[in-house]
């Protein structure tokens, strides 16, 4: 379903609802988040002697140090009568995986039909249970940034289609949230075509604070492949998931999970080495944070934390020897390391209890595959509030 179309079916459906049942006015929340930006590390420069001549190629430039607009974001959450609730999201945000400003638009939407207050069913636009991390919103993450692993396995950022959920209370200590969606494919073709289905479960165990979670995608998509004949794309089938646990209890917070799958639009290697659909990659990380309750009300809290993270992105390929067509290199070289690894140290600072909070968060590569350039180290200082 295109967006066009879904934000048609919202305003008819709220049309009806205002008609027909009671209208409650909605909760309005908004959200804001400034940065400063700062890399540290050099430029990689190789010493290029093809096309007759010396010369130095740059396959890495380290990223200008700037201020941003992180997001800025306004969310409408309602009710029409006891038994339908809906939400808008419009705003703008900078994708933290691609660097590219989305501009403002509706970033969420959703309409759900709720028979028992443990369960609904609707239409919606937004964030899908692929585990602890990739679920929650980016602001609400313990650092800064989501692991950079989520770009592939997250699959589409902000899904839109059919979603059933349930969170149900087993007993005091114990209960479930679930998730079943299906979801366009990556580019809103016709489901004959492509396809986007998950289901994830996030169980609240009996022991206090702890949570495990798992999902699992089944995704029909392009890969890049087409039909020798008609030169359309062929769409292919690939999968995702993963699993985890979280321990959040009195000031201690400790998450960790881990994700594998197969079939990747975006290849690290060459599809004659190992083709889209049968590339696997897995990933990984865990964190950890502390949380020193002051008694200033300047600052009624600081978190210090750190993250550790792991992304093998092709963990089937034995190795291969890679012509390097950036540099024109004529020199092949073996690649048979695609891990790329990252350790992050950082602090919340509190300036409220709950919605204004300072960030500071500083990255630095561990690990960097054989087919890649070293990235800068990061800092980032990060101002976010909202209502």
């Not at 400063?36 to 190629?57: M, T």
């Not at 012509?323 to 919340?348: K, L, M, P, R």
Request: with cysteine; aromatic share 14%.
């Amino acid at each position: 379903m295109k967006l066009l179309t879904m934000i048609a079916l919202v305003l008819v459906l709220v049309l009806q609802m205002t008609l027909f049942a009671e209208l409650e006015l909605p909760e309005i929340h908004t959200n804001i988040v400034m940065q400063s930006e700062c890399y540290f590390g050099d430029d990689v420069v190789v010493q290029d002697s093809s096309w007759q001549g010396n010369f130095e190629n740059t396959i890495y430039k380290v990223p200008d140090s700037k201020f941003a607009v992180r997001s800025v974001m306004i969310e409408a959450i309602g009710k029409f009568g006891k038994n339908i609730e809906y939400n808008m999201e419009f705003g703008m945000s900078t994708c933290p995986f691609s660097g590219e400003a989305t501009g403002f638009g509706l970033k969420e939407t959703g309409v759900f039909y709720k028979p028992f207050e443990w369960i609904r069913l609707g239409l919606m636009k937004g964030h899908i249970m692929r585990g602890f991390e990739i679920y929650q919103c980016c602001t609400e993450v313990l650092t800064v940034e989501k692991p950079y692993s989520g770009a592939a396995f997250i699959g589409q950022c902000h899904a839109t289609g059919a979603v059933v959920e349930v969170d149900y209370d087993i007993s005091e200590s114990m209960g479930f949230s679930t998730q079943l969606a299906f979801l366009n494919g990556f580019s809103g073709e016709s489901f004959n075509k492509e396809y986007d289905r998950n289901i994830g479960l996030i169980f609240r165990t009996p022991l206090t604070g702890l949570s495990i979670c798992a999902y699992y995608n089944d995704i029909k998509q392009d890969l890049g492949k087409t039909d020798p004949i008609t030169f359309e794309p062929i769409y292919e089938k690939s999968n995702r998931m993963g699993f985890g646990a979280e321990f959040d209890f009195y000031n201690i917070f400790v998450r960790g999970e881990y994700y594998t799958g197969k079939g990747f639009a975006e290849s690290s290697v060459p599809d004659t080495t190992k083709t889209k659909k049968d590339l696997k990659k897995n990933a990984f990380y865990i964190e950890g944070a502390y949380k020193f309750k002051t008694k200033c009300d300047i600052i009624p809290y600081i978190q210090p934390y750190v993250m550790y993270q792991s992304w093998d992105k092709a963990s089937n390929v034995d190795g291969y020897y890679w012509d390097n067509t950036e540099t024109f290199i004529d020199d092949t070289i073996y690649c048979d390391d695609f891990v790329s690894s990252y350790f992050t140290a950082g602090i919340t600072i509190g300036l409220d209890e709950e919605h204004t909070k300072l960030k500071i968060d500083f990255e630095t590569p561990v690990d960097t595959p054989d087919n890649e350039s070293e990235q800068a180290k990061k800092l980032i200082i990060r101002l976010q509030t909202g209502f």
